[in-house]
């Protein structure tokens, strides 16, 4: 395991690598692999890029998200307003079936509900507000309703799984109950439990992913 001074380290550079972020408005605590952000940033794209950049960095097991948010005066919008804004952004992105979805806004933070066929379409949702000034925060209630009744394809999983070139070696379990897939094993980044979830969200059918997957470092 990296020594905290190491991982600290790694997780500033991988931050002050992000164009979007600036490095001096963030700070980071490491302790035993768990990475804590604190500071302000001045837009709801800003806090999720640099959790992003912090997870992207071997040795990071979990990070613990302490950022604020403070607009300037640019970034300042009403409630209204960004519900229109989230209206038109569902509207111009082609994945996202605005129709069935219902949007709420209190003080910033924006709520999404309904059900989609697919997970790409509700993660579609999130990344259409991300960026939206005036946004503090999701929460992303969108359940996932699949046309097929069908019990979902353990061993489809388990071949995407081998053929992705990141996690193939991975000591990967998958158990099927019915819509539900359990991913359990060990994996060495947040990169490659991330994506073993979104390829086990990809098989037909799937209602719910549960990722007990363990990181790892390896040395």
């Given at each position: 395991m990296k020594r905290n001074e190491e991982l600290q380290k790694d997780v500033q550079d991988a931050i002050k690598w992000e164009p979007l972020l600036n490095a001096a408005e963030i700070g980071v605590i490491a302790k035993d692999g768990v990475i804590t952000l604190t500071g302000t940033v001045d837009s709801y794209a800003k806090k999720s890029e640099a959790e992003k950049a912090a997870k992207s960095v071997n040795g990071v097991k979990a990070v613990v998200e302490e950022i604020e948010i403070r607009f300037g005066s640019y970034g300042k919008k009403t409630d209204t307003e960004i519900a229109e804004d989230i209206l038109s952004a569902f509207a111009a992105n082609w994945e996202v079936p605005d129709d069935k979805l219902k949007v709420k806004v209190e003080d910033g933070w924006v709520t999404i509900e309904g059900e989609l066929k697919w997970n790409f379409q509700k993660d579609a949702a999130k990344k259409s507000v991300n960026n939206l000034v005036g946004v503090i925060g999701v929460i992303n209630n969108i359940t996932i309703k699949p046309e097929s009744h069908d019990e979902v394809e353990r061993k489809g999983i388990e071949r995407a799984l081998e053929r992705n070139w990141s996690i193939?070696?991975?000591?990967?379990?998958?158990?099927?109950?019915?819509?539900?897939?359990?991913l359990n094993g060990t994996v060495h980044s947040f990169y490659e439990?991330?994506?073993?979830?979104?390829?086990?969200?990809?098989?037909?059918?799937v209602c719910i992913v549960d990722n007990e997957l363990v990181i790892e470092y390896a040395d």
């Open positions: 193939g070696d991975q000591d990967i379990q998958v158990k099927v109950s019915g819509s539900k897939v359990t439990k991330d994506e073993a979830d979104r390829i086990a969200w990809n098989a037909p059918g």
